[in-house]
């Protein structure tokens, strides 16, 4: 056990070296790219790196790396009112991938009248940051275009297109609800539906597509729903008219879980139990889903696994140079609850 000393600026590198029994660079590493190193080994240097209460001197590292140890992240439009749950849960997980590898995320967002593109370009500008991460992204996104013909390193939680930056990090939604369908295949359902958002977001296209795809392998008779915008009265009042029929759906799959609240609600006025009458599954794993009753089968994002592989990417550009060839696709995780049935 090594004895704590006081944090003082006469611990160096070169102490936590010795201490540890392992080179400068090591010690460097686990400072600054702690990705390279094996988990043992950064578990036992970032000990001792505590225990001797060294702390470098952050002005002299961005001198000499020529960064700033900073990623912004602009930020998605949201009412303070109601704010998405999802995306402050995916907040979290950036800063906690990013404090470990020894970066700070910088909230950035257009100043009124400014356009996205200037914002970034401003940043850039200013040396301010050493990277982007970007979310929300749509099939041609201007962020996403105006970073690649800058050169200019980014990372993105959802697809590019192909002749762009493959450093992006996505959910296979498709997959996802291939599998939801299959469930409810296997108990038995033959008449399911899919209730979409036509907010034009391509996530909520990739889920229908999985939908389509699960209903078409297993032979199933299935149709989609589109419910215009996110009113919640538009909601229940869209899938009314789609149970109201006398060869209603016996299952739904709804493309959010905000749409499986208005599902609850129209089944309710129908005279349906949940879970019994009809199943229902969906999409994102809200806090909530799990204190409805019956609580909601869900798909969940793995917003720490997808945090973590972003951050990782960053950083390959931002200190390596380096620019993964391909995406990264990683597959969300069923959450089997009551409204499924038995």
Do not use: C
């Amino acid at each position: 056990m090594i004895a704590r000393r006081p944090r003082e600026r006469g611990v160096t590198i070169e102490d936590v070296a010795r201490a540890a029994g392992v080179s400068r660079q090591t010690i460097s590493n686990a400072l600054n790219a702690p990705h390279r190193l094996k988990a043992e080994t950064l578990e036992r240097v970032s000990a001792v790196i505590e225990e001797l209460g060294y702390r470098p001197d952050q002005s002299a590292r961005s001198l000499k790396s020529g960064t700033r140890r900073i990623i912004a992240y602009p930020t998605p439009v949201d009412d303070p009112a109601n704010p998405n749950p999802l995306m402050g849960g995916f907040l979290e997980a950036v800063v906690a991938a990013s404090g470990e590898a020894g970066y700070r995320i910088l909230l950035v967002r257009p100043r009124p009248g400014q356009s996205q593109e200037q914002a970034l370009d401003e940043l850039i500008a200013a040396r301010t940051v050493d990277g982007f991460l970007l979310s929300d992204i749509l099939r041609d996104d201007s962020r996403v275009a105006h970073l690649t013909s800058t050169g200019f390193p980014f990372a993105a939680f959802g697809r590019t297109l192909p002749d762009q930056p493959q450093s992006w990090v996505d959910v296979d939604s498709v997959q996802a609800v291939i599998d939801l369908v299959g469930l409810l295949a296997a108990r038995g359902h033959r008449r399911v539906a899919f209730l979409a958002s036509t907010s034009g977001q391509p996530w909520m296209d990739d889920r229908r597509d999985g939908f389509l795809a699960g209903v078409r392998r297993h032979g199933l008779a299935g149709q989609v729903y589109s419910v215009p915008g996110d009113d919640p009265g538009e909601i229940v009042t869209a899938t009314r008219d789609l149970l109201a029929g006398r060869n209603r759906p016996t299952a739904i799959v709804a493309g959010g879980d905000w749409l499986a609240l208005g599902v609850y609600t129209a089944a309710r006025a129908h005279g349906l139990e949940i879970g019994k009458d009809l199943a229902v599954a969906a999409f994102d794993d809200l806090p909530i889903t799990a204190f409805l009753q019956p609580a909601l089968t869900t798909v969940r994002l793995p917003l720490r696994r997808i945090a973590e592989a972003l951050i990782s990417r960053l950083l390959q550009i931002i200190e390596d140079g380096v620019t993964p060839q391909a995406g990264l696709m990683l597959p969300g995780e069923l959450v089997i609850r009551p409204s499924l049935g038995p």
